[in-house]
């Protein structure tokens, strides 16, 4: 098993069930231009959450870790037109590379970008006591995921759908003793979620053109 086979399947799985599209490959054409880190989900996943989100009935979803906005594209088109999506990025650069990602994709009525921290994001809408989302995504800094998890909570409602990506991390989240801040992260992301009360989740592992990791996703009680 290595990395070329899932590779070569992915594209074989992509090229019948998550064809790509001008926008979706624009928006990684310019982000690879505008210098931002090639760490997007697949094409799979991203469809992978286009119809979670969907099968949700989601008119409001949050996302934490823009990038350049491809996932934000996918998730976005689950939305109906009356839909609305915040998506929270630290880097102005890679908001931009995104906003013009987003618009090209005749989404940007859709999608509003905050720019910052996304703990003193989640921390400006729990204050503004914006609607509930229905579904959350949490695909920013492995470091604040226990953190943007228990925020996220406090943005939600009984059922709510919670996906986090890049929980296993090439099987290094078994370690107790990796130094890696990122692996530490979701180490203590896990921590926080055993046996909270609140939510009911699993994780699963991936394999494919990103390599080998895993998503873990949860309900809202
Ligand atoms: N969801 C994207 C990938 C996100 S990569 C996709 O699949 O297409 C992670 C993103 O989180 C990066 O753009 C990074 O700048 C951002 N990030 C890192 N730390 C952050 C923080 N503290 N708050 C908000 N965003 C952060
Ligand atoms: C990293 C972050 C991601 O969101 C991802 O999907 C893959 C890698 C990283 O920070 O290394
Ligand atoms: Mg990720």
Redo the contacts with the bound molecule.
């Keep these: 098993m290595d990395n070329e086979l899932w590779t070569n399947v992915d594209n074989y799985l992509v090229s019948i069930l998550a064809p790509s599209d001008p926008s979706l490959d624009a928006a990684l054409a310019d982000s690879t231009a505008g210098g931002l880190?090639q760490?997007?989900?697949a094409p799979n996943q991203g469809k992978l959450l286009e119809l979670l989100a969907t099968i949700q009935g989601a008119r409001r979803i949050l996302e934490i870790?823009t990038?350049g906005g491809y996932s934000t594209i996918w998730l976005a088109r689950a939305l109906g037109d009356d839909g609305k999506l915040v998506t929270l990025e630290l880097e102005p650069h890679h908001a931009d590379v995104a906003r013009i990602n987003i618009d090209r994709a005749g989404l940007g009525p859709l999608v509003e970008i905050r720019t910052g921290p996304a703990a003193a994001s989640l921390h400006s809408m729990i204050d503004e006591r914006v609607e509930p989302f229905d579904f959350v995504f949490i695909?920013?800094?492995?470091e604040g995921y226990a953190e943007y998890f228990s925020l996220t909570l406090k943005l939600s409602r009984p059922g709510t759908v919670i996906v986090a990506?890049?929980v296993v991390?090439e099987g290094a989240v078994i370690d107790p003793h990796n130094a890696d801040e990122?692996v530490i992260g979701i180490r203590k992301f896990l921590d926080t979620v055993k046996g909270d009360q609140r939510v009911s989740g699993t994780a699963v592992q991936t394999v494919g053109c990103?390599?080998y990791?895993g998503f873990a996703l949860f309900v809202v009680e």
């Excluded at 695909?139 to 492995?142: F, L, R």
């Design positions: 880190p760490i997007n989900v870790g990038l695909d920013a800094d492995k990506d890049n991390r990122r990103k390599g990791d």
